[in-house]
């Protein structure tokens, strides 16, 4: 076995963004949202991602806004880790360590210093027991902290954190599980629990869904599994509780949440129609319908002129007023992949099923959904039980100048309804243009589909396996300009093997075999002469999956089957050259490499084995990658070859291997020097040692103690270091007019620079070197050329933080206490700070 | 005429050994139909609740008794009340006909009727220190009437509004009213008369902004907040010192047409013609702060017409309208929860029978209002297997349809034993009928003696000889009938100072014994040979709804509204031994909890140990010679018991044998030849008679 510590499963890129509910920041231009291992910040306005906050090493499962400072975002995850971003630039600022996984985090204004996270009851793992816990973050200047102060709030609370809520002003915090409320009393300590039948008689179903609490009366809204919506109100009774009842969902409310101002209360449900009730008359509401797909969470951004919407398809609607403004779309991951996962030439972007009836294109690269291609094209009908058109399969020839499709539709009564589209690229209009559309190719379901993969002929080949015992090979040709007759698509051969039902079919990568599998015999055809060349068999199980060797190994047919075999024959001598026993699930070849990944699965979790089909020994294998079992993979080729030397590695170098676990997330591996490039490019928190003892910084240091030493160390760090001295004003003066930032953000810094007269020449020194650095940066930056997307994050922040002042203004308190530091002669205190 | 056709059917019980099998009747072919709830006021100083029909009908139900309906009571002519009014314990009614009536109570009757001279009269309402009554009249006038001690008399009227006036509510301080008119809201002081305040009540959206709005109820609270119900489906508050709209709460699309405030103030129920009550509470928004606001918080929809009729009790919210079902919802925030008080009850049928059944003769009376109907019960010869029906050799047979006389309704009704004799009274006259000739002659009998007063109940004798006919202060007439004349035998009367009507009578079938019960629980019972009081039955708690004498031991059974059982032996002058032995062991929750008060008492003349009673969902065999059912065992156990092999029947049998396959019973009683008879009502028959809803979009329709 060979060691392969540096090789690691990460999510990167179509991760989800719907999992928890996004964060709008106070000034409604930035979007928070957990997704997978980060946190990314999107604009509100461009889409843009501008910054993905990495550093959890598990799922993140909650951001909140930091309420003592609009600024900074608190993340949880099940690393059982709390950071704090500044998440305008990008930095982690601080990490408490909590020790245990954290499914939700909370936080109000009312409880300085403390966040309420909800984690697993820690008596016993197995039954799914959470309960909320206060966390006191310890106020140290250290970046790792360890935060041992927990106290337990509630006991048997939903892990959900739509269920938990604060109410006006964190004086109470209601939680609701199951089928009873709970509602607790910081001032008073007191908890009231409010208990509801399973079923009402009329058939209302009354389990707890969501809560929301209305900012400014003590109401709690709390929606329910058959879509009603109940207002509390007298909930500081345990008695004389009452509550009124709002109808208008038809099935489960997911998600609900009032404006800031308390006027309006949002709800959603799988309806995908955005609910607003008036508060103070619940008869009028107003909806915004057609949002495309079930809601799973509402968020309001804190100046009520924002609202978003997270939903099932892996998407967040941002909503102006009652008109849709933005989307962020991510990578929609169904309950099933069927046409498995491709990777289109052309883009390099990943192609999987999308929306219903459309294939995504994906880029992996940038993260972002490229376009939908509508293949069904056909409208689609929501409601619960009726067949739809679904595309089944899609091949990409090697240059990805055609693409097929096979759709499908299966209907109780009538006949297997059957599709096979061609798709040309449009140079034009740089997408895939419709060419030919066979309607029942095959008389039964379609079982595989490939292209020959051999470049550069006028026609390409297409084979496509049916249930009905035969395979077919369709020539395609790309009608020349002058001529607009004539089919471009031609069945050019009917292949069957003693009436087997073929199950796969693969092209040797020069295009000169072609191999079949019907059942357990594996058939070698001849596609120049379509003559059966030779026929392989292992019985007595069928053949699951076939591929051909390629590069140094292309002799090499490689083959699983049902009995757990993995089987490589050898072309040449038609023999079979070795054999092994493994519950292979998925083999799949690398394009550009002689190398075969092969996912096996062993006792319930899969683990991976690269290997070449020459050599004995596999070049790399990792157990339990994840749990589950993957059946769809891709080899993603790289753009820029990673030039890794460590032989475990080597075979990511040309292309990145992504594959979807059981439960939809696409995974991928990722070497430690590739890791290590990624967060270098990513800033770092640099702790400044060589601060000045100005009497400036003992009173903002003073006055930031209150809220956290460490925000303070971390934003005075974050900032571009302040023009100092007649250097630093020469600099100011040399730079032309037109790229210097806002005259504010620089008359403040001027003027701090004239504040610092004693003691901070050691600082001056020891920097100057970095500020000159940076400040070109910044010259660089604002000319505007465009940089490689590597230092992209860095370059978004830096154009953030010249638009933007980033320090804080001083309160007019704070300037009058300056001003009386100025007149007083602090000589004395340097003296005793020195001693 | 005949709707159903009677279906004889062998019905066999699972305790087939110990009391043989049943032919039953099962009838359904009594068209009862209840009338709407047009009016309701509670009084909380006597816990009673008076409810107008809109065929004039009064009924108080004594919330305090189980919710057991005390009194049943018509006006002098067939009007509808559109007002009631508790002053103190006297009740007061006012109508379209211009009138107000006071009631007697104690007689069933109405006292005296004032003409008001204002048109027709929408309201009426007392100040809360009993000495004035205001009356809000079509021709847009206030009267106001000062309540002496055995009548009313006029005082005065306010100023005179254009527009009817639709609602009327007193401030609890007697110096202001408020009048619910057609677009506004008058505020009168009561004092000088003159109007203080004039709320303009906005009109429906859309298309009804032609039609004038309606302020069908209104109500003053004692911080002069005003709560206004109008027909443009509207709650509105308002503050009444200044006259101006605080809130408006838009509950329904129809009109809200009842409101009731509870007695605190602290909550108030609107009812609409969807057939929802809608609950508002006064609450303060948060929880430090003092100052409250009405907020709409429950909705209760027990109804499928309009709601009609309101009332906010301490605990419960009490609703009828145009469905004649009358519904005590319990708040759940002022009761324990899971408990008695908590259930809800619905009151579909008159807690009294209307069906009376010649046991000798098989035919079978039901009253109506306005006419009688005489039937004659079918019959079948044939042997079918158990469970299923009979062949019908002959089918049910109506005889007569006996229209009453004059404009009175019919309040009671009597057939004899042997098919004989007839007779009903109304409130003002009594009515005695020969039937002849297999009932197809009817001949009315002339001469009858003076003092047969129109009665409140009437009864008569197992050999069809004598007549009993309740009458006023508790006294019973009795009348010996014969072929050739009837003749008045003497009155029994109780001790003195005893006045609540006697709304029980029951002979023994020996002639000896009769038994009365009136509303004031007691229980008496005359000796007919000598016509003198033989004893009293100890006073329980609780008002007989049924009872009944034993035709060979002369035992007493007497049922009460708290489902409590009573034998009482008549010789021995007191209880059976099993009926203190039922006290001690105490009956099973479950038939405690039943919300249907029993009607009626029979027994098996073939097996004496065997009571036979029904309620409206179910009848029961009480078997006293097996053991009582104790809380841990299953009281509705006959369904189990049939699957049980026969030994282990013994072991989980008790003597509560329960039938619920007929449902919604008015009547159930064994006739002579040893069938049953069960006259059911069911309730979908009802609704499918009852006039069309307004029409509401359901979701997916």
């Known amino acids: 076995m060979v060691e392969h510590g540096d090789i690691r499963v990460v999510r990167r890129g179509g991760s989800k963004i719907n999992f928890r509910q996004p964060v709008i920041t106070n000034d409604s231009r930035l979007l928070l949202c957990a997704s997978g291992h980060s946190v990314k910040v999107f604009s509100t306005s461009t889409e843009e991602c501008v910054h993905e906050l990495r550093g959890h090493t598990d799922l993140v499962t909650g951001v909140v806004v930091k309420p003592s400072n609009h600024l900074q975002a608190y993340s949880c995850s099940l690393d059982g880790t709390i950071r704090l971003w500044d998440f305008t630039d990008g930095i982690l600022i601080k990490t408490y360590d909590i020790g245990y996984s954290i499914y939700s985090i909370h936080t109000s204004a009312f409880h300085k210093g403390v966040v309420f996270t909800v984690t697993s009851t820690i008596s016993d793992k197995k039954s799914e027991s959470f309960q909320l816990v206060a966390v006191h973050l310890p106020q140290s200047g250290d970046q790792l902290v360890k935060a041992p102060e927990l106290s337990a709030v509630i006991s048997d609370v939903s892990s959900n954190p739509g269920a938990i809520v604060f109410g006006r002003g ?71 509780y009452t509550y009124s009842t709002l109808h208008w969902h038809s099935n489960a409310v997911s998600s609900m949440c009032f404006t800031p101002e308390g006027t309006n209360l949002l709800s959603g449900g799988v309806e995908s129609v955005l609910v607003q009730w008036r508060y103070n008359d619940v008869s009028q509401r107003d909806f915004l319908p057609r949002l495309g797909a079930a809601i799973t969470h509402i968020a309001v951004s804190p100046d009520g002129a924002l609202s978003c919407t997270s939903h099932s398809d892996n998407k967040i609607t941002i909503i ?215 026929t392989l068999s292992q019985p007595p199980k069928a053949i699951r999956n076939l591929c051909f060797g390629r590069l140094s190994c292309s002799k090499y047919l490689l083959g699983t089957t049902d009995d757990h075999l993995l089987c490589c024959w050898n072309l040449l001598t038609c023999s079979l050259e070795w054999s092994t026993s493994m519950d292979i699930s998925l083999l799949l070849g690398d394009p550009l490499t002689e190398n075969i990944a092969a996912f096996c699965c062993h006792a319930g979790s899969t683990d991976l084995f690269v290997f070449k089909p020459s050599e004995p020994r596999p070049v790399f294998s990792l157990k339990a990658v994840c749990s589950g079992k993957v059946t769809h993979a891709v080899f993603a080729p790289r753009e820029e070859m990673l030039e890794s030397c460590e032989e475990s590695s080597q075979w990511l170098n040309h292309s990145q291997l992504y594959f979807l676990t059981q439960c939809m997330d696409l995974m991928t591996f990722t070497t430690k020097a590739e890791e290590e490039k990624l967060m270098a490019s990513s800033k770092q928190l640099l702790i400044d040692d060589s601060v000045a003892m100005t009497p400036f910084y003992l009173l903002l240091g003073k006055h930031r103690k209150g809220e956290s030493g460490a925000a303070a160390s971390g934003e005075s760090a974050g900032r571009p270091p302040l023009p100092q001295g007649s250097g630093a004003v020469k600099e100011l003066l040399r730079t032309p007019a037109h790229v210097l930032p806002s005259t504010s953000f620089l008359c403040s810094m001027f003027v701090k620079s004239l504040l610092v007269s004693v003691g901070d020449a050691r600082s001056v020194e020891s920097k100057p070197a970095e500020e000159e650095m940076e400040s070109e940066k910044e010259e660089e930056d604002s000319e505007g050329d465009m940089e490689s997307s590597a230092s992209r994050p860095e370059r978004g922040s830096l154009a953030r933080r010249s638009a933007e002042p980033a320090a804080p203004p001083l309160t007019k308190a704070q300037l009058r206490e300056l001003r009386r530091v100025k007149k007083l002669d602090h000589s004395w205190l340097t003296g005793l700070l020195r001693s | ?121 929408w309201t009426i309402s007392v100040n809360s220190q009993g000495t004035l009554l205001a009356v809000g009249c079509e021709d847009g006038t206030v009267k106001m009437f000062e309540v002496l001690k055995e009548r009313i008399q006029f005082q005065r009227n306010l100023d005179r509004q254009k527009g009817r006036i639709i609602s009327l509510s007193w401030h ?295 007549l009993f006919a309740s009458s006023s202060n508790s006294s019973v007439v009795v009348v010996a009938l014969n072929e050739l004349e009837c003749k008045y035998l003497g009155t029994l009367k109780a001790k003195y100072g005893c006045r609540q009507p006697v709304h029980q009578l029951s002979a023994s079938d020996n002639g000896k014994w009769l038994a009365t019960a009136n509303t004031d629980c007691e229980v008496h019972v005359y000796n007919l040979d000598k016509l003198k009081l033989h004893c009293t039955v100890p006073v329980y708690g609780s008002c007989p709804t049924a009872m009944a004498i034993h035709p060979t031991t002369s035992n007493l059974v007497v049922v009460h509204a708290d489902q409590q059982i009573f034998e009482y032996s008549l010789v021995k002058k007191e209880y059976t031994e099993w009926s203190r032995r039922l006290q001690k062991q105490g009956l099973h929750s479950m038939w405690l909890e039943r919300d249907t008060p029993i009607t009626h008492v029979t027994f098996n003349p073939k097996n004496p140990a065997h009571i036979i009673v029904h309620d409206m969902f179910m009848f029961c065999i009480i078997d006293k010679s097996l053991p009582l059912p104790e809380a841990k065992n299953v009281l509705y156990n006959q369904m189990a018991l049939r699957s049980l092999p026969e030994p282990d029947r013994v072991l989980h049998s008790h003597g509560f044998k329960i039938c619920k396959d007929f449902q919604h019973l008015l009547c159930v009683s064994l006739l002579e030849d040893h069938s049953l008879v069960v006259v059911e009502r069911p309730l979908l028959d009802i609704v499918s008679q009852l006039p069309a809803p307004v029409r509401q979009k359901k979701f997916a329709t």
């Open chain 2, 172 to 466: 609890p301080s007697g110096t202001l009213i408020a009048a619910g008119m057609m677009d506004m809201i008058r505020i009168f002081d009561a004092e000088t008369g003159r109007a203080t305040h004039r709320l303009l009540v906005d009109r429906g959206a859309g298309a009804s902004k032609s039609k004038e709005v309606v302020v069908w109820s209104i109500a003053f609270l004692s911080d002069h907040t005003i709560i206004s119900s109008d027909s443009a489906g509207k709650v509105q508050i308002w503050d009444g010192l200044n006259g101006t709209l605080i809130r408006t709460h838009l509950i329904t699309k129809w009109d809200v047409l009842a409101l009731s405030v509870s007695q605190d103030e602290s909550s108030l129920v609107a009812g609409t013609s969807e057939g929802t009550v809608v609950q508002f509470q006064f609450i303060s928004s948060t929880v430090d702060r003092l100052d409250k606001d009405w907020v709409r918080t429950r909705t209760f929809k027990n109804h499928s017409h309009d709601v009609r009729a309101l009332a906010h009790t301490e605990t419960a919210v009490v609703s009828g309208g145009m469905d004649t079902q009358l519904v005590v919802r319990p708040l759940l925030d002022k009761v324990e929860k899971n408990t008695r008080e908590s259930a809800m009850r619905k009151v579909s049928f008159p807690h009294r029978s209307l069906v009376c059944c010649a046991k000798k003769a098989g035919l079978l009376l039901f009253q109506f209002p306005d006419h009688l109907e005489l039937w004659r019960l079918g019959e079948s010869d044939g042997y079918g297997k158990l469970g299923g029906s009979l062949p019908v050799k002959r089918g049910p047979e109506k005889l007569i349809q006996l229209k009453r006389k004059g404009e009175d309704h019919i309040c009671c009704s009597a057939l004899s034993p042997c098919g004989g004799w007839l007779a009903y009274s109304t409130v003002t006259s009594f009515r005695l009928y020969r039937l002849q000739n297999g009932s197809i002659s009817i001949c009315k009998v002339s001469k009858l003696p003076k003092d047969l007063l129109p009665a409140h109940q009437l009864c008569f004798s197992t050999n069809s000889s004598k």
């Open chain 1, 170 to 240: 964190g004086e109470y915090i209601a939680s609701a599980n199951g089928l009873h409320l709970e509602v607790f009393f910081f001032k008073k300590q007191k908890t009231y629990r409010f208990f509801l039948k399973k079923d009402t008689k009329t058939g209302g179903k009354n389990t707890f869904m969501c809560v929301a609490a209305h900012p400014k009366d003590d109401c709690i809204a709390t929606g329910h599994e058959d879509g009603k919506i109940r207002l509390w109100r007298n909930f500081n009774h345990q008695k004389e």
């Open chain 2, 1 to 121: 005429q005949v709707k159903h056709p009677v279906i004889s059917l062998r019905f066999v019980f699972i305790f087939i050994v110990q009391m043989g099998e049943f032919k039953v009747h099962r009838v359904r072919f009594f068209d009862y139909m209840p009338s709407a709830i047009r009016a309701m006021v509670f009084s909380t100083r006597t816990e009673r609740l008076a409810l107008a029909r809109a065929d004039g009908a009064l009924e108080i139900f004594n919330f305090s008794d189980n919710y057991f309906q005390e009194k049943v009571m018509y006006g002098p002519r067939r009007v509808a009340v559109e007002a009631l009014c508790w002053v103190g314990p006297r009740l007061f009614s006012a109508g379209l006909n211009g009138e107000i009536t006071e009631y007697d109570l104690e007689n069933l009757r109405p006292r005296y009727t004032v003409e008001a001279y204002g048109g027709p009269i």
């Open chain 1, 320 to 534: 102006q007023g009652i008109k849709v403004s933005a989307v962020l779309q991510g990578l929609v991951t169904g309950e099933s992949v069927e046409t498995d996962l491709m990777v289109d030439p052309r883009s390099k972007a990943l192609v999987l099923n999308g929306k219903p009836g459309h294939l995504q294109f994906y880029s992996l690269k940038r993260d972002k959904l490229l376009y939908n291609l509508d293949i069904v094209q056909q409208e689609y009908i929501h409601e619960l039980g009726l067949q739809q058109f679904k595309v089944v399969k899609v091949a990409f020839d090697a240059s990805g100048n055609w693409m097929a499709t096979v759709e499908e539709r299966k209907q109780k009564d009538a006949e297997q309804e059957l599709n096979l589209k061609l798709w040309a690229f449009d140079e034009q209009t740089q997408s895939f243009v419709l060419n030919t559309t066979v309607a029942d190719p095959h008389e039964s379901r379609i079982t595989a589909m490939c292209f020959c993969q051999a470049a550069a002929s006028q026609t390409t080949m297409l084979i496509s396996a049916s249930e009905d015992g035969h395979f077919k090979a369709w020539q395609l040709r790309r009608l020349a300009p002058g001529e607009d007759d004539g089919p471009s698509c031609l069945c050019d051969f009917v292949g069957a093997y003693r009436g087997l039902v073929p199950h796969c079919c693969c092209f040797s990568a020069d295009g000169s075999l072609l191999a079949v599998s019907f059942q357990e015999v594996v058939t070698v055809w001849s596609p120049a002469s379509w003559e059966l060349l030779a």
